[in-house]
């Protein structure tokens, strides 16, 4: 079945180190990729997406590209912040008879310190 | 983007009792969607609501435990049934935000959800 597969957390960084958390996706058919965050005692907020092959989604500095041939939507970020603390979740969306519904990677938590 | 109104925000209920969420949306939406994220876990798709008809479950949840409405094209609630503490989780609504995903899905922000 569909499945998307996060990078094992928690991430803990200092300040302005360079993120990347790895995203990768079985799908049949031609998804849609979607990576959302979670901070603290909120609910989820869309970070980026890319609807096709090759597009690249950016926000806040970060941003994520999707890969077909290796299956993968990796986020990353050059510098991040303490305020970039948060959960982060890779997402899927099908189409036909899966219309409209997203499936969750596991989520990764990301600790970033001053 | 759409914005939803999800209440109450939390709850702390006795087991074998029932709890309804309610979301509001500010524009008429075909689809609506329930998750549950438990404790520390990712999201789970409940089912799939849509206006005029019942809703569609994913494999591990049914109706007789999550029973749904969808009056209209802007609400919809789930209700929680005879609950147990396994149930205790964060409940969430969600609407496709429009223009071709352009707006990604919406969330809202979600009921936590303590049975005791």
């Known amino acids: 079945g569909d499945s998307v597969t996060q990078m094992e957390g928690p991430v803990t960084l200092s300040e302005e180190a360079f993120l990347t958390i790895n995203c990768t996706y079985t799908?049949?058919?031609?998804?849609?990729l979607f990576w959302y965050v979670q901070y603290p005692g909120e609910g989820l907020q869309l970070l980026l997406k890319a609807t096709k092959a090759d597009d690249k989604g950016s926000n806040k500095g970060f941003e994520a590209t999707y890969r077909k041939e290796t299956t993968s939507f990796h986020l990353e970020k050059g510098s991040v912040q303490v305020s970039d603390s948060a959960v982060y979740f890779c997402?899927?969306?099908?189409?036909?008879?899966?219309?409209?519904?997203?499936?969750f990677g596991q989520g990764t938590i990301l600790t970033v310190h001053p | 983007s759409a914005v939803i109104s999800q209440k109450p925000s939390r709850d702390i209920c006795q087991r074998g009792t029932s709890l309804t969420i309610q979301c509001q949306v500010d524009?008429?939406?075909?689809?609506m969607f329930w998750y549950r994220q438990q404790p520390g876990q990712s999201l789970t798709l409940i089912a799939t609501?849509?206006?005029?008809?019942?809703?569609?479950?994913e494999s591990g949840f049914v109706i007789d435990k999550f029973p749904i409405s969808r009056p209209n094209l802007t609400f919809s609630t789930l209700t929680v049934s005879n609950m147990s503490p396994e149930d205790s989780s964060i409940y969430l609504c969600s609407v496709e935000g429009g223009l071709s995903l352009n707006y990604g899905y919406t969330f809202g922000s979600g009921t936590r959800l303590t049975v005791v």
């Open positions: 609501a849509n206006q005029g008809s019942e809703a569609t479950y």
């Open positions: 799908a049949t058919g031609y998804p849609s």
């Open positions: 524009s008429q939406v075909t689809m």
């Open positions: 997402a899927l969306r099908l189409g036909g008879t899966s219309y409209g519904k997203l499936t």
